[in-house]
């Protein structure tokens, strides 16, 4: 999968997505990812992108042509599907991650400033994404997010396919918690079904913590979550132990 990225600042991408796993896809290639400096388009001798708003107002806005150009350089003809990091779009969800794993390449635009100017939205733009209702100083930290999150569901990408299958919000439920050496910290022992060797106990273990935590942590996730007969019971088992509790 392709992904290019249109931003000011593409040593800040590079410095969070050569990294780890992303990164290493990118040396086995199964990711391609350009980060295209969009002030090597900027055609003045200052280099400069951005521009008072018309009509007044604070700040500044990153300019149409320097961004179209950019646009151009990557899309050479073509009508890639481009995405802008917006605070203005709908918010990422996993669904909609899953849907954009599916595309051969995806254009991102970074803005910056107090944003861009809205016609070269309109020609270049198909989706605006938010990473949640904040505003950041520019699209970087939300490119990133996107293309880690979209990038993961790539097949090669993560080791296993189960390293996503069965994590949170994928799955439908959080994921039960999770031990590693030593097996007592600070007093706190690992559950001992863990250390037991017993597959269908264990199994049976991490399907009942993970109804509990997303009970407890994200109850709204249950009404979309599939569950069966044996999970609801499980879960009124739950419900009558925290009840028992308190
Ligand atoms: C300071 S913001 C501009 C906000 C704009 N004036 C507005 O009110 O909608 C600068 C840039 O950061 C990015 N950005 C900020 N918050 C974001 C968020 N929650 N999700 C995605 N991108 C965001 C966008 O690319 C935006 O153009």
């Known amino acids: 999968m392709r992904f290019d990225i249109l931003t000011l600042f593409p040593d800040m991408m590079r410095t969070i997505l050569d990294e780890s796993i992303i990164g290493r896809a990118q040396k086995s290639e199964i990711l391609e990812i350009n980060c295209i400096n969009i002030r090597d388009f900027a ?12 009509g007044g107002g604070f700040g500044m806005l990153m300019q149409a042509p320097p961004i179209y150009r950019a646009y151009e350089s990557v899309a050479q003809g073509e009508k890639p599907y481009t995405v802008y990091m917006s605070p203005q779009g709908k918010v990422l969800t996993q669904d909609k991650v899953i849907e954009l794993s599916k595309k051969d390449r995806i254009v991102i635009l970074c803005g910056h400033y107090e944003g861009v100017d809205e016609r070269v939205l309109e020609e270049i733009v198909d989706e605006e994404i938010s990473i949640g209702d904040y505003v950041l100083t520019g699209g970087e930290l939300p490119a990133a997010v996107l293309v880690d999150s979209v990038a ?29 050496r030593p097996p007592v910290f600070m007093g706190r022992e690992v559950p001992e079904v863990l250390l037991s060797g017993h597959h269908a106990n264990i199994e049976k273990w991490k399907r009942k913590e993970a109804l509990k935590r997303t009970y407890i942590k994200r109850p709204d996730l249950l009404g979309k979550a599939d569950l069966t007969d044996k999970d609801r019971k499980i879960l009124d088992e739950i419900i009558g132990e925290l009840e028992s509790e308190t």
């Open 43 to 54: 055609n003045n001798k200052h280099n400069s992108v951005d521009d008072y708003p018309y």
């Open 152 to 180: 993961r569901m790539v097949e090669g990408v993560l080791p296993q396919s189960e390293s996503f299958t069965e994590e949170s919000i994928y799955s439908g439920l959080l994921e039960h918690p999770q031990y590693t």
